[in-house]
């Protein structure tokens, strides 16, 4: 079983390798959708620069949310997995 976090990530998994996944977010909770990346939930991110390096502790938060969310769901994923 192949877990992608993303749609852009399934698509990536399909597009380059031929292979189907399934969402993160659709295994733990039924939901069809993608957890986002760093860069997609801030697109600002890629042109950072000196000046907006206060932002790095709001990046880090969201990062660390994301991570816990992640942890969080584990035993949902492990109890689906088991299932198939």
Request: proline share 2%; glycine share 4%.
């Amino acid at each position: 079983m192949i877990i992608s976090m993303g749609k852009n990530h399934k698509k990536l998994i399909k597009d380059h390798f031929g292979n189907e996944s399934i969402l993160f977010n659709k295994l733990a909770y039924n939901k069809n959708t993608g957890i986002l990346d760093l860069e997609e939930e801030y697109p600002s991110l890629k042109k950072m620069n000196k000046s907006e390096e206060k932002k790095q502790k709001e990046y880090e938060e969201w990062s660390e949310k994301v991570v816990d969310y992640i942890y969080r769901s584990t035993p949902r994923i492990a109890k689906e997995i088991m299932k198939n």
